[in-house]
């Protein structure tokens, strides 16, 4: 597992940055009005240029704590990139977590 960004709340969602070896961009993750049960909680957005690039759903993981299950796609990215947005142990902080 990886932590591949750092996010605090904001009144629409959550505001960060997404990290990795190559990539360093400032994202939003903005609730939405779902049309369907299907349909996610959250698009993913860069918040310099307002490109959607990702989207996430509300989950309860098996220890019953709320997450985000986030799928990031990119016509750069060799594949989606699926992860987690998990409440960090600092009060108001939340981590993006990757794994393969």
């Not at 070896?21 to 860069?46: C, G, I, M, Q, W």
């Not at 997450?67 to 981590?95: C, H, M, R, T, W």
């Given at each position: 597992?990886?932590?591949?960004?750092?996010?605090?709340?904001?009144?629409?969602?959550?505001?960060?940055?997404?990290?990795?070896?190559?990539?360093?961009?400032?994202?939003?993750?903005?609730?939405?009005?779902?049309?369907?049960?299907?349909?996610?909680d959250?698009?993913?957005?860069?918040?310099?240029?307002?490109?959607?690039?990702?989207?996430?759903?509300?989950?309860?993981?098996?220890?019953?704590?709320?997450?985000?299950?986030?799928?990031?796609?990119?016509?750069?990215?060799p594949?989606?990139?699926?992860?987690?947005?998990i409440?960090?142990?600092?009060?108001?902080?939340?981590?993006?977590?990757?794994?393969?």
């Amino acid at each position: 597992m990886a932590i591949i960004g750092t996010f605090t709340t904001s009144d629409a969602g959550f505001t960060g940055t997404l990290r990795t070896l190559t990539l360093t961009v400032p994202v939003a993750v903005r609730r939405v009005e779902k049309d369907s049960d299907k349909a996610p909680d959250f698009r993913v957005y860069r918040t310099d240029d307002g490109y959607e690039f990702g989207a996430a759903w509300q989950k309860i993981s098996r220890e019953d704590r709320p997450y985000a299950s986030v799928k990031l796609d990119d016509p750069s990215l060799p594949a989606p990139i699926y992860a987690s947005l998990i409440e960090s142990d600092v009060a108001g902080q939340f981590n993006l977590i990757w794994s393969r």
